[in-house]
């Protein structure tokens, strides 16, 4: 064989090996989908794979998942889960309202796994927790709108002399409503001062913060969103740069240095997600699958940050903290 036709045939050869790589996958092996609005995967994919393994589903051996990332950009979301549809895969998991929103829809008879669904019933994605009916089904993030009040309750033990607090808000969340009300109960039972304020974009923290500041509020809670959760980083850094203790739903935003957290364990959602997946492959019906919610809140408190503050973290919250950074 002559160098040209040997280098014809190599190159024959590796432009196949795709194919035969996917020929070679046994034909019985379920291929599922994953929607995400991130743009890669995260410490939560993580969680969501090692709940698969403990479930003895391993992935490229004997479940496929097809991953369609949206980077960042929600107004992608709809085509991904439209190509998702095209390739008929017997799932799609679906973790937050926007990528559940897309996947919903996307298509009427796929089954739909939600993740971290907030207010499911609120919204539309099931008709009720017990028989969600319809194709969805899943965990939803956090039903109970009175995890508000403790937010409003941590940071007045944190801040005795708290009379005014801000709330940031992305309006454009899906769900996000009731929370939104729930807020504002909240301060007025505490006798606190209520500001709101949205954040429908980015670049509107930095505007955000500057209102804070304009208005005098003594502390922030920050409302989940996707989108807050994206750039928490930013979040924390304007909350450290104006002095303003803060208070996320994410407990990620701690390490970064954000003051507290409180909220659901969002790994513990992201490992019991594939019961759901492993029980809809054996033949279950999303719609006879009740919806199940968070067992496992969180709450983390970061000292260092609260030295910088000038704040003295009572004893009696510290015990109760899940996990302390020092």
Do not use: C
Not at 72 to 88: C, E, H, I, Q, S
């Amino acid at each position: 064989m002559d160098r040209r036709t040997f280098l014809g045939t190599l190159a024959g050869s590796v432009l196949a090996a795709p194919l035969l790589i996917e020929a070679q996958q046994p034909a019985n092996v379920p291929r599922i989908g994953y929607l995400s609005y991130q743009s890669s995967a995260s410490h939560l994919t993580k969680a969501f794979h090692q709940g698969l393994r403990e479930l003895g589903y391993f992935e490229g051996q004997n479940i496929i998942v097809e991953y369609r990332w949206a980077h960042g950009d929600f107004t992608r979301l709809p085509d991904l889960a439209a190509d998702l549809v095209r390739r008929n895969v017997r799932l799609i998991v679906a973790p937050g309202n926007r990528e559940i929103n897309a996947a919903k829809a996307a298509t009427s008879t796929i089954p739909i796994v939600m993740v971290v669904a907030v207010d499911p019933v609120g919204v539309g994605f099931v008709t009720s927790i017990a028989r969600p009916g319809g194709n969805l089904t899943g965990l939803a993030w956090a039903p109970a709108v009175e995890i508000v009040s403790k937010h409003m309750e941590l940071l007045k033990e944190v801040v005795p002399t708290l009379s005014r607090i801000a709330v940031l808000v992305d309006p454009s969340f899906p769900g996000i409503a009731p929370y939104r009300d729930a807020a504002e109960g909240a301060a007025k039972q505490l006798g606190l001062t209520y500001q709101e304020i949205e954040v429908r974009e980015a670049d509107n923290f930095s505007k955000a913060f500057a209102a804070i500041v304009r208005e005098r509020s003594e502390a922030v809670f920050v409302q989940v969103s996707p989108r807050v959760f994206a750039h928490l980083r930013d979040l924390v850094d304007l909350a450290a740069h104006h002095q303003i203790p803060a208070i996320f739903v994410f407990r990620e935003a701690v390490p970064l240095g954000g003051l507290m957290s409180y909220g659901v364990d969002l790994v513990d959602l992201y490992k019991r997600a594939p019961t759901f997946v492993v029980k809809i492959l054996h033949g279950a019906k999303p719609a006879d699958l009740p919806v199940e919610q968070p067992t496992k809140f969180e709450l983390v408190i970061n000292l260092k940050t609260a030295r910088a503050l000038g704040l003295t973290i009572p004893a009696s919250l510290l015990q109760r903290a899940d996990q302390v950074i020092e």
